[in-house]
T-cell receptor
Framework: EAGVVQSPRYKIIEKKQPVAFWCNPISGHNTLYWYLQNLGQGPELLIR????????DSQLPKDRFSAERLKGVDSTLKIQPAELGDSAVYLC????????????FGPGTRLTVL | QKEVEQDPGPLSVPEGAIVSLNCTYSNSAFQYFMWYRQYSRKGPELLMY????GNKEDGRFTAQVDKSSKYISLFIRDSQPSDSATYLC??????????????FGQGTILTVHP
């Protein structure tokens, strides 16, 4: 069974440029999560989708971050414009259902903003 | 103060040692407790999952939960160099506004040297 796929794995951009990350969850998983992981910290939830609906986006900085999951399968997270402080690893995870079901994580996209 | 505090480490132990990793939490709504392992440049993977006070054993790993003290631990027996990774505790509340939201500790870097 294929795991969670993320691309690109690495991205280097200059500040004020836009950037987008893509995630394809495990087949059949209806819940998709985007997390931010700063160096030396645990992941922090940015947004959670149940199918196409964003059910928790309270931690997403909406002035510069946006996300979509149009057909309830793959998802895109965008930052526009990027700031130096956005340098981090962006993790995507998926699960069947929510609450206490195991979340499976992708390898992440490591973003460096210069 | 963060909801979940984890001993930051890093820990360096010889092969065969017993390792103890610990987290404390402040939110009494947390009902589900997990330990994730994260290798360098990889996403976290679930190691242990418990939902009640007491011990749960899986091979060389034992997860311990003490809800009265709001304290959880992971013990690794006969540690191996392949156990070298970052270990993250994580918790989910069963109710409230953060229903279903996974909250991580900051992680402990473990190195097991031959």
């Amino acid at each position: 069974e294929a795991g969670v796929v993320q691309s690109p794995r690495y991205k280097i951009i200059e500040k004020k440029q836009p950037v987008a990350f893509w995630c394809n969850p495990i087949s059949g998983h209806n819940t998709l999560y985007w997390y931010l992981q700063n160096l030396g910290q645990g992941p922090e939830l940015l947004i959670r989708y149940e199918n196409e609906e964003a059910v928790d986006d309270s931690q997403l900085p909406k002035d510069r971050f946006s996300a979509e999951r149009l057909k309830g399968v793959d998802s895109t997270l965008k930052i526009q414009p990027a700031e130096l402080g956005d340098s981090a690893v962006y993790l995507c995870a998926s699960s069947w259902g929510t609450l206490n079901n195991e979340q499976f994580f992708g390898p992440g996209t490591r973003l460096t903003v210069l | 103060q963060k909801e979940v505090e984890q001993d930051p480490g890093p820990l360096s132990v010889p092969e065969g040692a017993i390792v103890s990793l610990n987290c404390t939490y402040s939110n009494s709504a947390f009902q589900y407790f997990m330990w994730y392992r994260q290798y360098s440049r990889k996403g976290p993977e679930l190691l242990m999952y418990t939902y009640s006070s007491g011990n749960k054993e899986d091979g060389r790993f034992t997860a311990q939960v003490d809800k009265s003290s709001k304290y959880i631990s992971l013990f690794i027996r006969d540690s191996q160099p392949s156990d070298s990774a970052t270990y993250l505790c994580a918790m989910i509340p069963a109710g409230g506004t953060s229903y279903g939201k996974l909250t991580f500790g900051q992680g402990t870097i473990l190195t097991v040297h031959p």
